[in-house]
């Protein structure tokens, strides 16, 4: 809740200082994505040494096991774009680092992509993005950037219609030489799934919707605050709330509104069921499909671009489309593909028919 509700920073003067419009969060990046499993946050390591590492050491050591502080810091790249669909988005921006051997976190949120990669890779991220004709424009303090690609659709930050996601790209194993090919990473990542048992499972009772917060920048403080503190009681109702959510991301940054995708069930918990607070929230039903990936190194690579590959080719084969819209949510723990409901029997026939058969290609 500190993390989340605390929006702001004290000055020198010990004066707080607040973002600048509605929504904007004070940190670049923040995400605290809840399963039916586990939960996984990802925030500045100041915030994570503050907050959290004295909870941990409090835990018995039963408990202690089973809670975890990366030691490794990250780095997070904005990938700025519009126009592409999420499928091919993701398989576009995944390929050059999966084929570079690069272990990352993919993030969609509803305005923009974010990748997570370790801080000491950051410079081969660049160039390897680079390498596919993205551009990075640095922001003047160096801590954070913007990758663009002029020779795409992928060109300026975007709205989205699809899901508010997060996702660790995972199963390349440490010491395997990278894939010369998408069709060789699709195999390879398959095999892998396959040898570690690991097949995709879904509970359609969880339904998925994506939301953002408003844009007002013209609205005044007071109403702005007001808007905000609507939000964030919302928030607080979804993560205390009994049963506890099933499935829940939230995204925020300090560039954009915020950016969720949480059960259907819990928009009631939203002042005015999130009318006039929520972009989105009567948008299409998802259905996340899980993969539990608990037992892969953190270090291997490659199973977002895999995945989305083979859903992009799998679905053109039974469908006949190029245009399959997709998301992911990935945890160190487990994997999720968000699907919207009236695709889910096609991605999960795509994923069992490649599972059954340990090769992915037409």
Known sequence: MQLLLHNGSLGEDGDATHPQRPWQFWHPFVN???TSSHCSVVCPRRQADTLFAPILAGL???VKDEVSISTEDFSVIMIGGEGLEAGQRVLELTSPLAMAGIPIFFFTSYWSDFILVPLSAR???IHA????GFVFEAEADGEAGLMTNPASPLLHPHQRNTSSTSSLDFVLLPGTPPPTSVSELQT??????KQKNISPRVD?????VT???LKEPTVSSSAAHFTEGKLQLGLVKCLTTTPPPRFLSLTLTDTESVSLTLERRLLPLFFNDGEDLLLGKDGPVQI???LDFENLPAESTGLVCGVASRLIDGMRHRLGADVFDTSYLSTTRAGHVIVYEDELDNAMECLRGAERNGVVGD
């Open 204 to 208: 359609r009772t969880i339904e998925l």
């Open 188 to 193: 390879r990542t398959f095999a892998t799934l």
């Open 288 to 290: 996340p499909i899980t």
């Open 60 to 62: 018995g050591t039963a």
């Open 32 to 34: 605290v994505s809840v």
């Open 129 to 132: 993005l680079e390498q596919r």
């Open 211 to 213: 939301c953002a917060g």
């Open 123 to 125: 410079v081969k991220v």
